[in-house]
């Protein structure tokens, strides 16, 4: 499962590369790249708060 | 009038992108706010409708509680749609009055064709989504989970580098969707223009302002999410404050030449 997962972000990331060079975007890639670290933070903060919320451990 | 068909995003000369600061949000959402005070009931019911399907889908999660994960980020991949008649009411404020739900069907009517083939993307991926994300976590949670608190239990506590591989796809998603619709929606609303041209200009437009767009991405998720905390009742507030908030957002964004790109007249809106 860890192939298909890794082959559906390259998928993901093929997609971003062709919509970018289609719209002529040329900071596309720093916008996704924001994009995700700052959800990829977003997340983290969000679970801590549920676990702190239900107190799960 | 024919629709602009062109291979890349809208011609230079008939659309400039604005570059803004983050701190513009906060105009938009002002802005937004004041839509919403003056126009009322008609936004309200916006928000009431699309708390009332929240509602549904958590009742519907709880029988299913695999695809709650799934239908929570689905929602937000088809909010964009959904605001098409609070875009045409912040429209119609904007040219000095205040409609109601007459202007809000004739959006859906008129507006409802250029945005089928749009519309029907989004939904396509929203789906994809859902049944991609059932199945991972179908995958990945090894244990029985009978209720969903239980499920939420076990997502939280679990190291699987599966649960670290469906968040990054699930960012890379929402992502290019966001890209791709933060200003299609009135975009093609307003102007008579392909959604192929539409979706290119809206990739163009982010791209120019990756961090107000990250800081406006924010914004929607953390209204989505407080309205997620308070049992889906947020949405009759955030939804509509989001929705107007947005067409000021492609206002601000979105420089366009009326000779070039002419919008399409309110008699063209009802001849339609």
């Given at each position: 499962m860890t192939w298909g997962l890794t082959g559906l972000i390259g998928y993901m990331l093929f997609i971003i590369w062709n919509l970018a060079r289609k719209s002529n975007a040329g900071r596309f890639g720093t916008f996704i790249l924001f994009f995700v670290l700052a959800f990829g933070m977003l997340g983290f903060i969000a679970k801590s708060v549920i676990q702190w919320l239900f107190e799960i451990d | 009038m024919p629709a602009i068909e062109c291979?890349?995003?809208?011609p230079a000369n008939a659309f400039r992108i604005r570059q803004l600061p983050p701190g513009r949000v906060l105009a938009w959402l002002a802005s937004g706010w004041r839509d919403m005070r003056a126009i009322g009931w008609p936004s309200y019911l916006h928000g009431l409708f699309v708390c009332l399907v929240g509602i549904a889908l958590a009742l519907l999660s709880l029988e299913a509680s695999l695809l709650v994960l799934g239908l929570a980020s689905a929602f937000v991949l088809v909010g964009p749609f959904l605001a098409t008649g609070l875009y045409a009411l912040s429209r119609r404020r904007e040219r000095g009055s205040v409609g109601g739900l007459d202007i809000v069907v004739l959006a859906w009517r008129c507006a409802g064709r250029r945005l089928l083939a749009f519309n029907l993307l989004l939904l396509g991926a929203a789906l994809a989504w859902v049944a991609i994300s059932a199945l991972l976590l179908g995958l990945f949670v090894n244990v029985e989970t009978t209720s969903l608190p239980a499920l939420l239990r076990y997502v939280l506590t679990q190291d699987s580098v599966h649960f670290l591989q469906w968040t990054v796809l699930g960012s890379l998603v929402a992502a290019t969707v966001f890209a791709c619709s933060v200003i299609t929606i009135p975009l093609l609303m307003e102007r008579d223009v392909s959604t192929r041209s539409a979706i290119l200009t809206s990739v163009r437009t982010v791209s120019e302002n990756p961090l107000t767009m990250v800081v406006w991405a924010i914004c929607i998720a953390a209204a989505t999410a407080a309205s997620l905390a308070t049992g889906m009742l947020g949405f009759i507030l955030l939804y509509p404050l989001i929705g107007h908030a947005s067409w000021h957002a492609y206002r601000d964004l979105a420089e366009i030449d009326d000779q070039e790109l002419p919008q399409i007249t309110d008699d063209q809106f009802e001849n339609h």
């Open positions: - | 291979e890349g995003p809208l």
